[in-house]
């Protein structure tokens, strides 16, 4: 085995340690990790999921370690021979001198652990030493202080947020990765339980990585619609995180019980509330680095199928302006959706320019404070009801949700049931009043007789 007294130790300048200091490593287990692999390669597939070249404190075995992941990620042969003619001569005589050490059959992922461990320590250091100089900046917030601290430490024990960014890739990967996604039925999709948008949207529902932006006028009814969408999706067993900035806990609870037990009783609600997996914080105010730490630590304890925001325009974002400000929020929300690989669904209010047309309906350009949210959604899902603006519109009791924008799709729109009582959606397959020009052939519902489902 390699002797750690003898191994050589460099500082570990990338994350700006102190050499005048002691580091925690243990660069004999990183060693009988590299060894086990040259050793057999198809060790390698117990452990890369573990740990990531940075996680090795000597700079030569992070060379070499990088070398191997090269090599099997390309399926090419990652042997003691192959490593040691890829090497540059600064590497080499520290393969040489692992191959010759370390026994043929080592217990890879017990290293695996102790060289995750220590970099865990060493990573701790340095966020230990970031927070205090956060802490210490002229004029800072001490609650985004807080929020971003406790993201830095939670992101240490996050292995996908520690891989902050991707790999290119050449055009026939990109390819070959589209048709693993087409040929999957889009079985990782949430259906929004709405059968006209669902036949709309690419695969069937919302798809990972997503920005779903549901916009309208207030009492539109575009919380309810994002709320049952979360609902229905927790109900179906995925997580959701559900930030309810503008309502709190107590009214959310309110509304979905005085619907549920209307259908089944009371107690049968609240047995059935018990197994869903949903989350609401309705802290009031809150910034992007609130939604990722809270996001991290509810992934960390049951998974994360799905975000809710509602609203966008209540989030709070340091930037020069209110303009500057939102459009740092929409392309921050993006990236959450990529970041944790789950469809992120933000409410948000449109301008009153709507108030001004004779036609009411909305469009895209209606999109409050900024043309970023437009730019950065996937899908734009927009709430009109007509009989929020004519007392005597023969459509009382019925909505529109247009989607004004499907990145992957076509756009269209669906006429739906509007129950006020509970403030739900309902799927409507019937015409529309006065026998008007659209119909919508979706859901399982009539008018006549129409029941709540």
């Given at each position: 085995m390699v002797d750690i007294r003898t191994a050589e130790e460099p500082p570990f300048e990338d994350d700006g340690y102190s050499?005048?200091?002691?580091?925690?490593?243990n660069v004999q287990a990183e060693a009988a990790l590299l060894g086990g692999i040259l050793h057999n390669s198809r060790a390698y597939d117990a452990v890369y999921d573990l740990i990531s070249e940075r996680d090795f404190y000597n700079r030569h075995h992070r060379a070499i370690?990088?070398?191997?992941?090269?090599?099997?990620?390309?399926?090419?042969?990652?042997?003691?021979?192959?490593?040691?003619?890829?090497?540059?001569?600064?590497?080499?005589?520290?393969?040489?001198?692992?191959?010759?050490?370390?026994?043929?059959?080592?217990?890879?992922?017990?290293?695996?652990?102790?060289?995750?461990?220590?970099?865990?320590?060493r990573s701790l250091i340095t966020a230990?030493?970031?927070?205090?100089?956060?802490?210490?900046?002229?004029?800072?917030?001490?609650?985004?202080?807080?929020?971003?601290?406790?993201?830095l430490v939670l992101s240490i024990l996050d292995k996908e947020a520690r891989d902050e960014s991707r790999e290119?890739?050449?055009?026939?990967?990109?390819?070959?990765?589209?048709?693993?996604?087409?040929?999957?039925?889009?079985?990782?999709?949430?259906?929004?339980?709405?059968?006209?948008?669902?036949?709309?949207?690419?695969?069937g529902g919302?798809?990972?990585?997503?920005?779903?932006?549901?916009?309208?006028?207030?009492?539109?009814?575009?919380?309810?619609l994002a709320?049952?969408?979360?609902?229905?999706?927790?109900?179906?067993?995925?997580?959701?995180?559900?930030?309810?900035?503008?309502?709190?806990?107590?009214?959310?609870?309110v509304r979905a019980i005085r619907y549920h037990q209307s259908k089944v009783g009371r107690s049968e609600a609240l047995r059935m509330a018990a197994d869903v997996p949903m989350v609401i914080d309705d802290m009031p105010a809150i910034g992007l680095s609130h939604i990722r730490v809270r996001c991290r630590r509810i992934r960390r304890k049951q998974g994360l199928g799905l975000i809710v925001v509602d609203y966008?325009?209540?989030?709070?974002?340091?930037?020069q302006s209110r303009l500057e400000e939102i459009s740092e929020i929409s392309r921050g929300l993006k990236a959450i959706a990529k970041e944790f690989g789950v469809p992120v669904i933000a409410v948000s209010q449109l301008n009153r320019g709507v108030e001004q047309r004779p036609d009411k309906r909305p469009v895209l350009s209606d999109l409050r404070e900024s043309g970023q949210i437009e730019q950065d959604a996937d899908v734009v899902l927009m709430c009109y009801r007509d009989e929020y603006y004519y007392e005597d519109s023969p459509e009382k009791g019925f909505g529109d949700v247009f989607l004004r924008k499907n990145r992957d799709g076509r756009v269209g729109s669906v006429f739906l049931r509007w129950n006020g009582e509970y403030t739900r959606w309902h799927n409507y397959d019937g015409e529309r009043p006065l026998k008007a020009s659209a119909t919508v052939v979706a859901g399982d519902s009539k008018a006549k007789g129409f029941q709540p489902q």
């Open positions: 050499i005048e200091r002691h580091v925690p490593n370690w990088t070398l191997i992941a090269k090599q099997i990620e390309r399926n090419k042969p990652a042997d003691a021979i192959t490593i040691l003619d890829m090497a540059d001569e600064e590497t080499r005589p520290a393969v040489t001198h692992i191959l010759h050490e370390t026994p043929s059959i080592v217990r890879v992922q017990d290293y695996a652990k102790l060289v995750r461990e220590k970099s865990i320590l230990g030493d970031v927070i205090s100089e956060q802490a210490r900046e002229h004029g800072v917030d001490a609650q985004d202080a807080a929020e971003r601290a406790e993201a290119p890739v050449t055009l026939y990967q990109a390819f070959a990765q589209a048709v693993d996604w087409m040929d999957s039925d889009h079985k990782d999709g949430i259906p929004t339980g709405i059968h006209g948008l669902d036949a709309m949207l690419a695969g919302l798809q990972p990585e997503q920005l779903i932006v549901i916009a309208g006028r207030p009492s539109m009814g575009k919380s309810s709320y049952q969408i979360a609902e229905r999706t927790a109900r179906a067993g995925k997580p959701v995180a559900y930030f309810a900035l503008e309502t709190s806990v107590r009214e959310i609870g966008l325009q209540l989030m709070r974002q340091r930037a």
